[in-house]
């Protein structure tokens, strides 16, 4: 019996003035799952989480969410729909509080002005900011603004949440509170997360698949155990530096 696809991704390819940063890529998402991204820098896994979350558009295939067609739609719309992202690169609004930085993501969903507050505070204290609340978010040192970034997402309630290295910068104890957390999203909330993560200690314990990335291409998909024992994605890592793949 086919499961039901939640995202699927066919066929995507993007050049950026003749390099070929996608190139077919394809796979599908089940509710629920929790799929890790791996592959080597410049291999295409940020620019996969552009495509998908519409802030570029891409020059084939299509990526659809739920049973719409939302290749190339705005990120707001995608957004509003239930798939969310977070950033590689952090950019909170300075001059405002962490509090006001959440309840500024949550906006969009029309709701009174008050639940809308009292939700963005449940958010900075699931995330372990709570006593961080009402300081500016320039305050925050990087496992801080990492945590940020995740709560502007979780404000926005996603059915499927992209994460792009949100434990790069921690050191391995700020990484366990946030695994628990993104663990916790999915037993709790039943969110559907895809991860891209270097950090492979956290690629084996949280997903349930992972597609690896190479120039563009789909190298491999399959259980961690598998495509890190795949002599293929082995051989796209050689030459990495050693930190970077390694827990
Ligand atoms: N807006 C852009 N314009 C031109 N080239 C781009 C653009 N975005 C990405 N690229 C190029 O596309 C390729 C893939 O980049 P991308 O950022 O998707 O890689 P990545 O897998 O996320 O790498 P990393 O692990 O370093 O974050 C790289 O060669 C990059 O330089
Ligand atoms: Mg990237």
Redesign the pocket.
Known sequence: MAAVKLLDVDGVGKD?RG?R?LSEVGFEVEPGEILGII?P???????LFNVISGAIAPDTGRVVFGRKDVTGAAPHRIARAGMVRTF?LMRPFGSMSVLENVGLAAQHRRQPLRRLRGEAMDVVERVGLGPWAHRPATELPTAGLKRLELARALAMRPKVLLLDEVLAGLVPAEREPVLDLLAALREEDGTTLLFIEHIMAAVMRLSDRVLV?DQGRVLATGSAEQVTSDPRVIEAYLGEEPGDAED
Request: aromatic fraction near 8%; charged fraction near 10%.
């Open positions: 950026f390099l940063a592959g820098n410049g291999a295409g896994k940020t620019t590689q990335l």
